[in-house]
C-alpha cells in the first residue's frame, strides 16, 4: 500500500543500468500504484527502454532491486512476463502469419482457453478496423497495420500491467486517438496499470494521471501533468518538458546555425 492506501504495482529502488561506461539508467526510484496510467518521457537515450527491459524481467539491472505485480525483479522475472504485457520498441513479427493465426500463437503462450481467445482477437480486430484483413498474412500489412496487431496482441490475455514502448509510433492520427481511448476504456473498466513510454506529449498529457520526466538515465520530475505543468511554471507539458529538459537552448543553437 502506498500513502493514499492504494496497492503499489511497481517499486524501484536505486535501480540502475550500465552498458560498458554508458549509464543508461542512474538510481530510479519510483512508485507506481495500481491502475496507474504512468506516461514516461525524456529524450532519446534516457533510458525509458531500458527500464521497460528490466521492468518487464528481459534485463537484468546492474544495481538495486524492483518488484513489479508483487514479484521480485531478480527472482520472478517468468512470473512477470506471465501477468505482464509487452509492447517492445522494436518488436518481432511473423510475417508468414495472419493477423489471427499470430494472435492465436500468442494467446497459446498464455495458456488462454479457446473460446475466451476468440472472442478477444474478434473484438480486438474489430476495435482496431482490422476485420476484413484478419486472414492476410502480416507480410501484406503496413507497418501501421502490424503496430495495431502488435497492441492487440499486448492486451490479448488482458495482462494487469502493461508496458507501452512508443504504443503510437507509425499510426496514423485517428489510430493514435483510437489507441487512447482504447487505453482509457480499458482503465475505467478494469485495474489494469499502464506504463507508457512516448515523445508525443499530446498523448501522455491526454492520457496519463502520473507523468515521469528522465533525462540522461536520471527521474527529474514526477507527478501529475498539472503538478509538472505548475511546478515549471509553464503554460502545458510540452512546455514544462522543453523548461525541464533544457530544449530550447537546443533550439536557439540551431537559430544561430541557420
Ligand atoms: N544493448 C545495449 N548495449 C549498449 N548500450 C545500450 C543498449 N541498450 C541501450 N543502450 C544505451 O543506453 C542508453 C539508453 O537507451 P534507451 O534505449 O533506454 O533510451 P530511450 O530513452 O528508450 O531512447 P529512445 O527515446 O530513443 O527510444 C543509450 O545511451 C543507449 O545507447
Ligand atoms: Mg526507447
Redesign the pocket.
Known amino acids: 500500500m502506498n500513502m493514499t492506501g492504494r496497492k503499489i504495482e511497481i517499486k524501484t529502488k536505486g535501480l540502475s543500468?550500465s552498458?560498458?561506461s554508458?549509464?543508461?539508467?542512474d538510481n530510479l526510484d519510483l512508485e507506481l500504484a495500481t491502475a496507474s496510467r504512468f506516461g514516461?518521457i525524456?529524450?532519446?537515450?534516457?533510458?525509458?527502454?531500458?527500464?521497460?527491459?528490466i521492468l518487464s524481467g528481459l534485463?537484468r539491472p546492474t544495481s538495486g532491486d524492483a518488484s513489479v505485480c508483487g514479484f521480485d525483479i531478480h527472482k520472478g522475472s517468468n512470473r512477470i512476463k506471465a501477468v505482464t504485457g509487452l509492447l517492445p520498441?522494436t518488436p518481432g513479427l511473423y510475417s508468414k502469419l495472419s493477423a489471427v493465426e499470430f494472435l492465436e500463437f500468442i494467446g497459446a503462450l498464455y495458456h488462454m482457453s479457446d473460446d475466451v481467445l476468440d472472442s478477444r482477437i474478434e473484438k480486438l480486430l474489430s476495435i482496431l478496423g482490422l476485420e476484413g484483413r484478419q486472414d492476410d498474412l502480416l507480410e501484406s500489412y503496413s507497418s501501421g497495420m502490424k503496430q495495431k496487431v502488435l497492441v492487440a496482441s499486448t492486451l490479448i490475455h488482458e495482462p494487469r500491467l502493461v508496458f507501452l514502448?512508443?504504443p503510437t509510433s507509425r499510426l496514423d492520427p485517428a489510430v493514435s486517438a483510437l489507441v487512447k481511448d482504447l487505453i482509457l476504456a480499458l482503465a475505467k473498466e478494469t485495474e489494469t496499470t499502464f506504463f507508457i513510454?512516448t515523445?508525443m506529449i499530446d498523448f501522455a498529457e491526454d492520457v496519463c494521471d502520473i507523468i515521469g520526466i528522465?533525462n540522461e538515465?536520471k527521474l527529474v520530475a514526477l507527478g501529475s501533468p498539472e503538478q509538472i505543468v505548475s511546478g515549471a511554471g509553464a503554460e502545458d507539458l510540452e512546455d514544462a518538458y522543453l523548461k525541464i529538459i533544457g530544449g530550447k537552448i537546443d533550439r536557439e543553437k540551431l537559430l544561430d546555425w541557420m
Open positions: 543500468k552498458f560498458g554508458v549509464v543508461a539508467l514516461y525524456g529524450p532519446n537515450g534516457a533510458g525509458k527502454t531500458t527500464t521497460v527491459r534485463l520498441e514502448d512508443e513510454c515523445h528522465l538515465g
